[in-house]
């Protein structure tokens, strides 16, 4: 009376078809896959094959829509103090010098322009970067700050070391003896 293994898969699959969830397993396996498939998007996995443009494209269309509304004088305020620091930073840059010397990136004079050019950078990274050295006081101390950044770690930084200095002052590293 042995069965073998197709008979056994057979009657399983004639009982699972009466069974009243089998109705079921398809909404749930979409489901899986569409909670995978957001994860992989929000872990930044799937970048390399979003079209660069596609997320540009709708933060221009963005300022039109809401200079067609008259701002609330609270949110004008705000969008007034923050444009302010946003330009004070932005001549605070180009007043301290320039932003990358002798091809590397100076961390606490760089826009989000010359952070986006660094390996693994991407516009959002960017502006976490500098929203970390405003945190900080409008300046990095030491290099390895930069892994308070939600995505750069121990690996990524190793990857950014030689390209990046702190300051244009930073002292000349010293020839091995």
């Known amino acids: 009376m042995a069965h073998t293994i197709g008979e056994r898969l057979a009657q399983a699959w004639a009982a699972a078809r009466e069974s009243a969830w089998i109705s079921l397993l398809p909404k749930i396996g979409l489901g899986a896959l569409a909670l995978v498939g957001l994860g992989l998007l929000g872990s930044g996995a799937l970048d390399r094959y979003m079209p660069a443009q ?9 300022p039109a829509r809401r200079a067609a509304r008259p701002p609330a004088s609270a949110s004008a305020s705000a969008s007034a103090s923050a444009s302010a620091s946003a330009s004070a930073s932005a001549s605070a840059s180009v007043a301290l010098g320039p932003a990358v010397v002798d091809g590397k990136v100076v ?35 030491k290099l390895e700050e930069l892994m308070r950044v939600r995505g750069l770690k121990r690996k990524a930084l190793e990857r950014l070391r030689p390209l990046v200095v702190l300051d244009a002052e930073a002292a000349p590293e010293k020839p091995a003896r």
């Not at 596609?54 to 963005?62: G, I, N």
């Not at 322009?113 to 516009?123: S, W």
Request: no cysteine.
């Open 107 to 141: 961390l606490n004079r760089a826009t989000e322009a010359d952070l986006v050019k660094l390996p693994g950078i991407g516009q959002k990274k960017a502006q976490a970067i500098l929203a970390l050295r405003d945190k900080l006081g409008g300046r990095f101390k």
């Open 54 to 62: 596609a997320a540009v494209a709708p933060a221009e269309a963005a």
